[in-house]
């Protein structure tokens, strides 16, 4: 009987090492599939051409973002999904109206313009704009040193910049992007007349970067206009101030927040065979800011996730669970349609499994970041030596997206795309990203990268062990 035993583990062991060993073949086969269709004939760079081109910048509320939501919904619909539909959500819609202007003066009639940009959301000047001396902080917590007696009348430079000697960019946006999102906030509670916010860019260009702003529990009364400040000005007022203390600013804006509208979040859904009712998620934000045409920002990651689904179409693979593509709308200015797809999602207690979030810019794929429980990460790891080939090497517990953060609840596994930052921050939120700024290559291998991924996730599933969470 030992002996029988015996025999049969062996065997047993045998057999599971064989289905092994032919399930690696098989997803290294198809692996490569998916990556030579989007090399190869892939459609992620011609929408994005069109995007960005015909349509241009897609800030929430606007013509452009509804043209958008319409372009994106007809494409789905050629994919020959198996739904398509358009899911309501109200956003915010704030315009920025003509073009900002500023300079500096050292003396009467001695004047130097600067690049400069209203941040999304501030307030206007008042109609003659506003002109005043300038007082340089290197954050937030500098208000306090200098006080209201210091800072009263006058407007607050912000000037802390993204620190150039962390590897990870998005570490450095981190550590300064504050002073843009609440620095008009706290300046106005010391009498500042407005604020200037050096750009969130590691290089020295003349590319002022907008992005979103609060004034917190502000009264509309107590508001003042916030502007970002081209790294080059900010290196020249910065310097000026050294040797011209009672220098002043000029600036202008024009910008209005009006009336709540209503868009919507496009989505495609490819339901599953064996397991319909599990869903898998992958998304960028169709919106973008008004400044480029928003070609890193998102349009790479809307035209990479429809991609995904494209892939699967094409290559015959036929996914056991429902994939959907989440085409979010307005996450540059309120988040909005990731907080109503994540509501609905509740409502209609839809089990979703995994997401896949792609909002770091159209560059070179590395590899991925979850948020997961410890053994699910495990099980995705053990999934690395297929991206081997494709130089993807970087999986990592360190966060997901804006948009899929929402679904978070301690069984879904979030996961963002991870691309080669170094460039992002050159673009990110100004006149510089553009379409021409973007490789083809580099984007279709992230849409393959994407696809592989979802691939995997669909074969095998996501572990259900119970475990502390680690989200």
């Known amino acids: 009987m030992r002996k029988i035993l015996i025999v049969g583990l062996s065997i047993l062991c045998c057999q599971l090492s064989f289905s092994q ?5 098989e997803d290294s086969l198809n692996l490569r599939k998916l990556y030579d269709m989007s090399l190869l004939n892939g459609k992620s760079y011609q929408w994005l051409e069109h995007l960005s081109n015909d349509i241009g910048g897609r800030l929430s509320g606007s013509l452009n973002a509804q043209r958008a939501v319409d372009y994106t919904k007809k494409e789905l619909e050629t994919l020959g999904l198996d739904k398509v539909w358009l899911q309501p959500v109200m956003v915010p819609k704030w315009v920025r109206g003509a073009k900002e202007f500023a300079y500096i003066e050292t003396a009467p009639g001695s004047t130097r313009n600067i690049n400069i940009t209203a941040l999304g959301g501030s307030v206007s000047t008042p109609e003659g704009g506003a ?46 992007v504050d002073q843009r999102y609440s620095g008009a906030a706290e300046a106005a509670k010391y009498g500042a007349k407005g604020v200037l916010v050096r750009s969130m860019n590691l290089r020295l260009d003349d590319f002022p970067h907008t992005g979103t702003m609060s004034y917190g529990e502000l009264r509309p009364s107590q508001r003042i206009p916030a502007a970002a400040i081209s790294t080059n000005d900010a290196e020249y007022l910065s310097g000026l101030l050294k040797i011209e203390k009672k220098a002043e600013v000029y600036f202008k804006l024009n910008s209005e927040q009006l009336p709540d509208v209503q868009s919507y979040n496009v989505i495609g859904e490819i339901t599953g065979s064996q397991f319909p009712n599990e869903y898998i998620v992958v998304g960028g934000h169709l919106d973008s800011w008004d400044v480029g045409d928003g070609s890193h920002d998102d349009g790479a990651g809307v035209v990479q996730s429809m991609e995904v689904l494209r892939l699967f179409k094409e290559s015959g693979i036929k996914p056991k669970r429902s994939i959907r593509v989440v085409l979010f709308m307005n996450e540059e200015n309120g988040l909005r349609g990731g907080n109503k797809y994540a509501e609905v999602a509740k409502e209609k207690n839809e089990n979703h499994i995994f997401a896949l979030e792609s909002d770091s810019g159209g560059f070179t794929p590395r590899g991925f970041s979850f948020e997961a429980r410890q053994d699910q990460f495990d099980q995705i790891v053990a999934w690395k030596p297929l991206f081997k080939p494709y130089l993807i090497h970087y999986f990592e ?38 379409f021409d700024q973007v490789n083809k290559r580099e984007l279709e291998l992230g849409a393959a990268t994407m696809a592989s991924l979802i691939y995997l996730v669909d074969k095998y599933g996501i572990s259900k062990n119970s475990g502390v969470s680690k989200l």
Do not use: W
């Not at 060993?21 to 073949?25: H, K, L, P, R, S």
């Not at 208000?143 to 209201?148: D, H, M, T």
């Open 21 to 25: 060993i032919n399930n690696a073949q």
């Open 131 to 176: 002109k005043a001396q300038v007082i340089e902080v290197q954050g937030i917590e500098d208000l306090a040193r200098y006080g209201e007696e210091q800072i009263k009348g006058k407007i607050v430079f912000y000037n802390r910049p993204m620190r150039a000697d962390l590897i990870s960019t998005f570490e450095a946006y981190g550590g300064c």
């Open 397 to 434: 517990m360190n966060g997901s997206g804006a948009d899929i953060g929402p679904l978070k609840n301690g069984e879904i596994v979030l996961a963002g795309l991870r691309p080669d930052s170094q460039r992002y921050f050159d673009h990110h939120h100004s006149e510089n990203d553009t």
